[in-house]
């Protein structure tokens, strides 16, 4: 019985949904009962992923000098870009030196340049691998890093060569860690 008042207590939540009528709905409290179930009759998709498949295997990864990378799904595909604290102290990005494609690299080799108002930086492949693709929308719109330096203003994708080397980079937690200590020397 404890597990069941558990399961109608409230779970607070914000934002809002579009429901399948294409009414936007607001979310104040969302209550477990109103969540579909497959014995009334909901027909949706479950997902069973296994603990070595969990997202945590994908989270973004840091390197002491401010790239990051994030593993696709299959973990042969990582996207490289320089961290929000890298973005911020670099100010104003008027430019963006993009790798070459079927560049191999090593970690820790230099793949291109960030350029802006207050300075230029190197970017660092955090991993060994060959270069696949650059970002070509940094071409015409350098400031998509300043936008979003760890979402749309990536800087490019490699196919990692061994993913040791991804697991080796420090997580969020230990970026965060790192960064607090830059910001009082």
Request: net charge negative.
């Amino acid at each position: 019985m404890a597990a069941i008042a558990r399961l109608n207590r409230p779970l607070k939540a914000s934002g809002s949904i579009v429901h399948s009528s294409g009414r936007r709905r607001t979310l104040g409290y969302l209550n477990y009962r109103s969540i579909p179930s497959r014995a009334s009759g909901a027909n949706f998709p479950v997902s069973r992923r296994g603990f070595a498949n969990s997202t945590a295997q994908f989270a973004k990864r840091y390197t002491e000098a401010h790239e990051w990378i994030e593993l696709s799904e299959d973990g042969k595909i990582g996207t490289i870009g320089i961290s929000t604290y890298a973005a911020a102290a670099l100010g104003d990005v008027v430019y963006v030196e993009l790798p070459t494609n079927d560049q191999e690299v090593s970690a820790n080799d230099a793949i291109g340049a960030v350029e802006s108002v207050k300075s230029a930086s190197d970017i660092y492949a955090p991993v060994g691998g060959k270069i696949i693709e650059g970002n070509s929308v940094l071409e015409e719109k350098p400031g998509t890093v300043n936008k979003g330096p760890e979402g749309e203003g990536w800087i490019a994708r490699i196919e990692v060569r061994d993913k040791a080397e991804v697991e080796a980079l420090m997580d969020s937690e230990a970026y965060a860690q790192h960064t607090d200590g830059e910001a009082h020397e």
